[in-house]
């Protein structure tokens, strides 16, 4: 079904992976499409509650986006911008509904490190490099810039965007970039025992906590408290919560149901 990237699902979790291995898994527009169109199959798939975005080899989870006709594409005007793949990409995340985490088995650059910081988790290998290089070619990180800086202090940030030097796993997991870092040969071990855990929760709880945090991101603290207690009523009355209550004074496993 795809060209430039691969689609699993097994023990309630999709793997997506960036399928470019010749070109270090690189982002063009017709992966863009395909990332899209997977990310809109997990989402509306019930048998799906975590999504794992990864990269095919250990040489590169993505080097970012071709920047060949970069200044000749069309996207002069605030329309054309918004209606572009780079554009559709990193607004999609907040709307996944879902859980997904970024499983780095190698270098994320550029576009790239974008893309793993825009998951809400980022597991690593501890060999694994980071970096925003386009100051070097006179350019600056602007795509992924909003990105970044909601995840990292802008003193650190800075010094990403203004030496464009990589750092490494560990020391993008002390500025907020990196959720884990594990040996290399523990990473598939970690990833699925993060996503199988997440995956035995209410799916239902999931996406409307998810949700209400974007949904209150930004806003003053009078709306954000207004705007959560009202999603926790809300979320109270469901069937998953009175099953998670019953389960817990029963001492044993809910059985949720996404309902």
Avoid at 90 to 118: D, E, N, Q, S
Avoid at 135 to 152: C, D, H, K, Y
């Amino acid at each position: 079904m795809y060209e430039t990237i691969l689609y699993e699902v097994a023990d309630r979790v999709a793997r997506i992976t960036l399928n470019r291995p010749e070109a270090r898994n690189a982002l063009s527009d017709r992966m863009t499409d395909e990332l899209l169109e997977a990310f809109e199959r997990a989402k509306a798939d019930p048998d799906v509650r975590v999504i794992v975005l990864t990269g095919s080899g250990d040489r590169a989870f993505c080097a970012g986006a071709d920047l060949g006709g970069l200044s000749e594409n069309g996207l002069a005007s605030p329309g054309a911008i918004r209606e572009s793949a780079p554009f559709r990409l990193f607004t999609a995340f907040p709307k996944l509904g879902k859980p997904i985490i970024a499983r780095l088995a190698g270098h994320a650059v550029a576009g790239g490190l974008g893309l793993a910081a825009a998951c809400d988790l980022v597991i690593a290998a501890d060999d694994v490099k980071l970096a925003t290089p386009e100051v070097n070619v006179g350019l600056w990180p602007m795509m992924i810039m909003a990105i970044i800086n909601r995840n990292v202090a802008p003193k650190h940030a800075f010094k990403l965007y203004y030496t464009g030097s990589r750092v490494t796993a560990a020391e993008g997991r002390e500025i907020g970039l990196v959720t884990e870092v594990v040996p290399r040969d523990e990473l598939d071990a970690r990833v699925d025992e993060l996503a199988g855990a997440i995956a035995s929760k209410s799916p239902l709880g999931l996406r409307r906590g998810r949700d209400a945090f974007f949904a209150v991101e930004g806003r003053p603290l009078e709306d954000q408290v207004a705007h959560l207690l009202g999603e926790l009523v809300e979320l109270a009355a469901t069937e998953d919560a009175r099953e998670g209550i019953t389960a817990f004074m029963e001492n044993r496993p809910p059985d949720f149901r996404g309902r």
